[in-house]
């Protein structure tokens, strides 16, 4: 009997980056990074291919696909974990491959009267969502993966389970949201009983407490604040359950909420997480304060909001309004108005005949 086959190479993919935990949102990434990797090359393997083919495949996404440095530089990190966490390859040229410069821009910030407009302009789940987002400070996938135990109402904060870069971290729960989110909660409660009755409404659980713990994921505490309004089965198990919302939904609304509201801003709901951080350190906020809120690794990300701050930019007056202001007082000087003496003080013209009107 002949020895078995070898995994193909995605599926040794997809077992690298799940034994290292990466996300599944990562592993369908970085699987279509390699598999277009190796069509553009006629089907050759990888182990075949050196830095002159890496590099013509990014220059080809650059040159012909248009894209952007950002999308370059994540096709060049799942190459990257190809050769080096797959394949177990550490070439020398590996580390001779050049990212693409990143352009730094500004984040698109909106006033307060903006964010007020677009959540006037938005209902039921989606514009509590929005709320959460401007009044937390929480990225889009962090509000959709919240779970019911991490909200703490008599506290009046959020636990933030697994952000970016896996760390957790608390952000605060705004008062105006207690009602909205407890109503809401008690309607996904009912959806959740609903579920148990049919013999569903198992969540998926992270790592391996689903085997630690097998009746977790039937747990009320476990369900997601914002669940799906459909069932489907998890890509990586036969589980028939009920995942977190699709960010699509509120994307979606924001993009309407912004066309009814009349705001001319390329604003997605990731802009309400900006405007939040603007906000608190206009309030007078300390920046360590809000990059804790955040999530930031490096306080130099948070700094970038100090550049977008309501002082018309960064709080320099322009020359032009120096040239006008200086022209009307000189005006003011070669006409003066004609002044009188009178017992209330030096009152101008104006003022005289207002006093005489009044005696």
């Not at 970016?164 to 989110?181: A, E, H, I, N």
């Not at 993009?255 to 951080?277: E, F, V």
């Not at 320099?316 to 005006?331: E, I, M, T, Y």
């Not at 002044?339 to 006093?355: E, F, H, M, Q």
């Amino acid at each position: 009997m002949g020895a078995p086959n070898p995994p193909r190479l995605l599926d040794q993919m997809r077992d690298r980056l799940r034994r290292l935990h990466y996300s599944l949102r990562t592993e369908e990434t970085y699987c279509d990074w390699v598999r277009r990797f190796v069509l553009f090359h006629d089907r050759r393997h990888p182990r075949d291919l050196g830095a002159a083919e890496v590099e013509a495949f990014l220059t080809h996404l650059a040159v012909v696909g248009k894209v952007s440095a950002s999308t370059q530089n994540q096709a060049l990190s799942a190459l990257l974990f190809l050769y080096r966490q797959v394949l177990q390859v550490d070439l020398p040229w590996l580390d001779g491959v050049v990212r693409a410069k990143v352009s730094k821009r500004l984040p698109v910030v909106l006033t307060r009267e903006e964010v007020q407009a677009i959540l006037s302009h938005m209902q039921g789940t989606p514009a509590l969502f929005a709320s959460l987002l401007y009044g937390t400070g929480l990225r889009m996938i962090e509000c959709a993966r919240l779970r019911v135990k991490d909200v703490d109402f008599a506290r009046r904060e959020i636990l933030v389970r697994e952000g970016k870069g896996f760390k957790d971290r608390v952000t605060m729960l705004p008062q105006s949201l207690l009602l909205p989110l407890r109503e809401h909660l008690v309607r996904v409660r009912e959806l959740h009983g609903r579920d148990l009755a049919r013999g569903l409404g198992e969540v998926y659980l992270p790592f391996a407490l689903a085997r630690k713990y097998p009746n977790a994921g039937r747990e009320w505490a476990w369900q997601y604040v914002f669940p799906s309004s459909t069932l489907s089965q998890d890509p990586r198990s036969p589980r028939i359950g009920r995942h977190h919302a699709d960010e699509k939904s509120i994307q979606r609304a924001m993009r309407q909420a912004l066309r009814d509201a009349g705001i001319a801003k390329p604003a997605t709901p990731h802009t309400l997480r900006h405007s939040c951080a603007t906000h608190l350190l206009e309030g007078g906020y300390d920046i360590r304060t809000v990059q804790e809120l955040l999530g930031h690794s490096d306080v130099s990300t948070t700094m970038i909001y100090t550049h977008v701050l309501n002082k018309g930019g960064r709080g320099v007056a322009s020359p032009l309004d120096g040239l006008l202001r200086g022209a009307h007082a000189a005006k003011e000087v070669r006409e003066p108005q004609a002044t009188y003496r009178v017992p209330s003080g030096l009152l101008n013209v104006g003022t005289i005949n207002a006093w005489v009107h009044h005696v």
